[in-house]
């Protein structure tokens, strides 16, 4: 395996498992589109249960969906990173029924800081949204080596 | 009904009719503690389902609640307003079980323009997170003058 | 002229006369590299009054250089428009001498928002800073029609 | 001396020698009107030359003001922290003399990261600017303990 493919598999295997235990981006319906470190693309389908008041998508869901999608690539890294601040802006509403796409994209990765940008598009390509956000890396890896961990 | 009460009697209408018509705001649980014009108290528990992979409440879940807040306080001066972009800063993780007050208090209005500050707090008053947000103002009134509507 | 070439015209003009009474963006000593409506490329060098305690660059004249791209791209389309709020990360140090790209382009335009990011690459196209930003646009044109203005 | 006091004497020192070298904080004019551990305010007057094109003060100027301010806040604190992202909302226009007092407050403190408000108002008291922004803090002391350093 090159160092490339190790560092793919990493980011698929921690990735599988932070879905598998990740409540509430199961709530969201995110279906993982593409993987690669410092990169993920997601997909969820706007739901009657995520509407606001005025029948559009609630902004807290949308900045949700973007928020997993950017762990999702900072994690695949191997360490355990958290979410320290994000921002976002809605540039037009989402529907029931709206197909997003988001796609997460590293910015700048450090020893201890990444930063990515999130854009959120609906099915006729519009840009719903437009995040960053920046994960703080923790010392502890999502598999230590002896589970057969970080390259 | 002094102008004071008129707008505290509207902010009141508003957001009644909003929480009733607003799916996600009910799905986060938010209690509504306090409200007038400009500012909204909002409580809530976290629950297991709102958990990201690490156990700990998931950030676009405390983003959404505080969205919620500035958009109940905004709204409630009666004009039809729109979450444009927002911001926030993770301090502390919050965790299952966890009650989390979310105050978001006015810094300014302008014909057009609504910008919010959001603190949440836990059960212990440690600051979990810090928000910054602006709402747009549409033309239309939550309550037109033949319903009743703004004084 | 077709509408593009006009559009094209008019954002030299709105965006020459802005440059001309700019006082700041002088002190900056911004050069203009590429103009379209919606888009601006701007460069910089890092002076020495520029720099921080620290002996590198200043956020805030980043920030300043980011603010100025996109209030370029953005006035460039015709109307007034102002800053509303802007976030920035910064990804590495800029120090003393390094030449910044910064390029402002549209993610929106809506009738009253536009929304812009900004990166900014130092010359040896290491990403320096990330950013966005909204306008605010007013109903006042740069060129009033009896001033040959708005196509 | 308390621990209290050899804190804020050491905020003092701290702050005293990063004014001294900070080339684009003298060209601010800023001014310290007060310091302690984790909270600086400090003052200073828009001037001709840090006006934009519509004559208003440059809102990177306003942001660069509170990057200083929070900046201030957090070396104080005794290690070296550098600013890694902020945001800004611009409420209102400042003009040339209007004298701006910018109040950063400490939110969170963690053993890495330093999270501040900082409010803007004008000598009318009236908010001109809202930001949030995030200091890293290195391992570095800005006076190690053979200077007679951190407590």
Redesign the interface.
């Known amino acids: 395996m090159t160092d490339s493919e190790a560092e793919n598999a990493l980011a698929q295997r921690v990735v599988a498992?932070?879905?598998a235990?990740?409540?509430?981006?199961k709530?969201?319906g995110l279906e993982l589109v593409e993987l690669a470190p410092g990169r993920a693309v997601v997909r969820a389908v706007v739901r009657?249960?995520?509407?606001?008041?005025?029948?559009t998508c609630?902004?807290?869901?949308t900045?949700?969906?973007?928020?997993?999608a950017l762990?999702f690539a900072g994690?695949g890294r191997g360490k355990?990173a958290?979410?320290?601040?994000?921002?976002?802006?809605?540039?037009?509403?989402a529907r029931e029924h709206d197909v997003l796409t988001l796609t997460a994209q590293e910015?700048?990765a450090?020893n201890?800081?990444l930063?990515y940008?999130v854009s959120v598009v609906n099915q006729r390509g519009e840009?719903v949204a437009?995040c960053?956000g920046?994960l703080?890396r923790l010392e502890a890896d999502h598999f230590p080596a002896h589970e057969g961990g970080n390259p």
Chains 1, 2, 3, 4 share one sequence.
């Open positions: 498992r932070m879905r235990g990740d409540s509430f981006s709530w969201l009657k249960d995520m509407l606001n008041a005025l029948g609630h902004g807290g869901v900045f949700a969906m973007a928020d997993s762990g994690n355990v958290v979410s320290m601040e994000g921002n976002i802006s809605f540039t037009r509403p910015i700048s450090s201890r800081l930063v940008s840009v437009a960053r920046t703080f």
